[in-house]
Every structure is written in structure tokens, then in C-alpha cells.
């Protein structure tokens, strides 16, 4: 790892620039899949957090090709990348769960687009079925891969408020299994799901570290209208964090990974439409710059 003066944890752009020595960018795909959360195998209602969209706002168009969906991107941030290349994003809903011919199709369009370095395959651990495993691994043996775990929290209680539909065992043995294949994981974490105070929160980043996740994913939970957790904060209001209580959760969590430990995301993105609370999670810009200054001022690495 090379020490970048100018950040005080880890980052995705970090790791980039010391593989590959350039900025690298994501595009985000739809690959047109489902959930078992949502199509009746485990429940149709989803965690109660997701939108219509699979909590993929940003993604291609899943009625369009792998290839098209990429190109149709290249040119919105053509401005920004030139010559440059990406990493092919699957994103929204469960991107492991589909017939193994069919995930093997979308993954290889992908990896075989000339911009393409490799991808990332977001997923629920317990959609790492044998020979789903056995796929990530050939594919891990040639091209730079990562499987992106929606963990959100390790407490079972707070799981099953959310309806997430596993118990965290389950993780911990898609974790395992990542690991003895030298898969990349990244485990995703949410601060402010309802009645999930403090202690419980770091706690999952303490679990997120113990599982060996190569990086770590960190979301303000976001209020989306037309969700499950509208209907219930509108019915029962729970405690919004405010920025200030977030910063300083974050930067707890900061202090605690490991100095290797790639930090994909301390905040997350949502439709300015479509969120409801936290209000200030809108603004990216000033959450990351008072990260930052918090980091600074304490004096943190």
C-alpha cells in the first residue's frame, strides 16, 4: 500500500492507482436479475430499505445488452476517462442469482468489452451456491473480480427487522468461502437502520474485519418513498441520524480497519426525488469534506 498524503484511509482510488498506476472508473450494470428476497423463495417484500430498483438508481438499462449498457456510459463519462478503463459493475438486486449458463454469458460480455479490466459482482451471501463459487473462481483466476456482500448489519435482530432474509452465520460462511478461493469480498454496512444504536453498529465493522472482507462498504441508511421503511417510519418514527452523529461513527470505523482494508464508499448516493430522510445525505460533497475535517482534526489515519 502506498501512502497517500492527501486522504487518511485507504480508498478505492488508492488501490487503483497502485495496481494499475491511473484512475479507474465503474460503470454500473443492470444484468437483468431478481432477488430471492423478492420472487417468493425466501419472501416477496425485500429488505424493507430497497427501491423498486433493486437499490440500483444508477445502472443501465436491464432491457438493453451488457455491451450496450457499458458503451452507453463510456459516453456519458467520456469526458472524464478518454483512454482510460472500467470496472464492470453489477449492481442492482442479486447479480449470483440465476442459472449458472446465464451468469457466465453476462460476466464474459462483460470481461471481454476492450475498456472492461475486470469486474465487480454485487450479491447476497447466500447466493454463493458450489458452482457459483466455482465460476467466480475461474473468472478470479484470469481477471481482477470482487463479490460485493449486502451484509448491513451482524445483529440478527436488527436482520430480521429489515426483513433481509438470512441470519449472519450465513455470512460468515460466504466469507469463509470467499476467502479460501482468494476471492476479493466487500461486506456493505448501514448506519441508522431502525433501533440499531451505536454498540451495534460498530460491532458489524468489527465483524466486517474479523470476516477478512478485503473492503468495506459504508451507507447512511436512505429513506427512499415507495419503500417498505417509508410505510414504517411514517407509522413509527425512528431516530434519523444526524451528520454529526454519522461523522462520527464513520471515523470510529475508520480508526478500527485495518491499514490495508480498501474503503469502497463512506457515504452513499440516492435520488434527490426520491429521498426522504436523511436530508443532508443529498449533499456528498460537504458528508465527505467533514469526514475529512473530522479525520484532520483528531489527527487520524
Not at 100 to 113: N, S, T, W
Amino acid at each position: 500500500m502506498t501512502k497517500n498524503n492527501n486522504r487518511r484511509f485507504y480508498s478505492l482510488n488508492d488501490y487503483f492507482k497502485d495496481k494499475f498506476g491511473e484512475k479507474i472508473y465503474k460503470v454500473s450494470l443492470d444484468g437483468g436479475f431478481t432477488c430471492p428476497n423478492r420472487d417468493g423463495k425466501i419472501s416477496r417484500g425485500g429488505c424493507i430499505f430497497c427501491s423498486d430498483s433493486g437499490s440500483g438508481e444508477f445502472t443501465g438499462d436491464r432491457i438493453k445488452t451488457i455491451t450496450t449498457q457499458i458503451d452507453e456510459q463510456l459516453i456519458f463519462l467520456k469526458d472524464k476517462i478518454g483512454e482510460g478503463k472500467v470496472i464492470a459493475y453489477f449492481q442492482n438486486f442479486t447479480n449470483t442469482y440465476a442459472d449458472i449458463e446465464y451468469l457466465r454469458k453476462m460476466y464474459y460480455e462483460a470481461l471481454e468489452h476492450p475498456k472492461v479490466i475486470g469486474i465487480a459482482i454485487g450479491t447476497r451471501p447466500d447466493c454463493l451456491d458450489e458452482d457459483v463459487l466455482i465460476l467466480l473462481k475461474e473468472i478470479n483466476d484470469k481477471y481482477l473480480l470482487w463479490v460485493e456482500l449486502g451484509l448491513q448489519t451482524s445483529d440478527d435482530r436488527i436482520a430480521k427487522l429489515i426483513n433481509r432474509g438470512y441470519e449472519y452465520p450465513i455470512y460468515e460462511k460466504a466469507a469463509e468461502n470467499l476467502r479460501n478461493m482468494n476471492i476479493k469480498f466487500v461486506a456493505h454496512m448501514i448506519i441508522g437502520l431502525p433501533e440499531e444504536e451505536r454498540g451495534g453498529i460498530i460491532k458489524t465493522a468489527e465483524d466486517i474485519i474479523k470476516s477478512g472482507a478485503w473492503g468495506i462498504k459504508i451507507h447512511s441508511l436512505h429513506i427512499i418513498k415507495g419503500t417498505s421503511m417509508e410505510t414504517l417510519y411514517k407509522k413509527t418514527p425512528f431516530h434519523i441520524f444526524s451528520l454529526v452523529e454519522y461523522v462520527e461513527l464513520v471515523v470510529t470505523i475508520l480508526r478500527l480497519i485495518p491499514k490495508d482494508m480498501v474503503v469502497h464508499r463512506v457515504t452513499g448516493d440516492g435520488k434527490k426525488d426520491e429521498v426522504i430522510e436523511p436530508i443532508w445525505s443529498l449533499n456528498k460533497r460537504k458528508v465527505l469534506n467533514e469526514i475529512e475535517k473530522e479525520l484532520k482534526r483528531r489527527d487520524l489515519y
